[in-house]
């Protein structure tokens, strides 16, 4: 008969002189390591780089690793945004979501003009998330691409549950407003080329 699975922070509690529970955790959260790093560097070289770095760091840690009412969980979210920081810093350059990649175009109609509107509205959308600050990013991606509710956002960015929805209401208006600003900066540009053809 198999064990039961032993729960995560008794696991993170013995990883520091248990490689096998370390193994364990590390099998239970890579996966979501290297997804977040990836949606924040959009580059599969560096995203495997900095996961590495992220489990070698919290090796390194996890004997001083205390249970804090924090998920071992949101332990690995900070070193891995701390580290994808750094890597930001270093290149000086803005943090790049490559969600584009990732966001399905509704298959309702199958009409080449229908898919061709949807991928015009997915690469505006792309191009104002790519605007967005770091932790607008960073946000979005928690609550999007890894699922997470309030509550486990505001544990990973080290906010309040009524804090992590503020700022979401703030993206969401901030995305609102920069989609409806290139909507009318595309229709004046395409009304002028129409004045220049006609």
């Known amino acids: 008969m198999k064990e039961p ?12 002189s248990d490689p096998e529970a370390f193994g364990e955790l590390y099998e239970r959260h890579v996966r979501k390591i290297y997804n977040y ?7 599969v070289h560096d995203a495997e780089d900095l996961t590495e770095m992220v489990f ?7 004997a001083k690793f205390e249970d804090k009412g924090v998920p071992f969980t949101a332990w690995l979210y900070r070193i891995a945004h701390n580290l994808v ?3 930001h810093r270093d290149r000086s350059r803005r ?6 990649q990732h966001v399905a175009v509704s298959e309702v109609s199958k009409h080449p003009e229908s898919e061709a509107m949807a991928l015009e509205e997915t690469e505006l959308l792309m191009t104002i998330v790519r605007q967005l600050p770091s932790d607008r990013q960073q946000l979005l991606i928690l ?3 890894e699922r997470m509710s309030n509550a486990e956002i505001g544990e990973v960015m080290g ?3 009524g804090a992590v929805k503020s700022l979401y209401h703030r993206t969401l208006n901030a995305l ?11 229709s004046a540009s395409k009304s002028l080329k129409d004045e220049k053809v006609g």
């Open 176 to 186: 609102r407003a920069e989609a409806k600003r290139l909507e009318e900066e595309s």
């Open 95 to 100: 943090p790049i979501v490559p969600l584009d």
């Open 37 to 43: 790093i990836y949606y924040r560097t959009g580059n």
């Open 159 to 161: 906010r309040s549950e």
């Open 143 to 145: 609550k999007f691409v």
């Open 5 to 16: 699975a032993m729960d995560e922070m008794s696991l993170a509690q013995r990883a520091g």
């Open 56 to 62: 070698q760091r919290a090796l390194r840690h996890v």
């Open 85 to 87: 920081a750094n890597w």
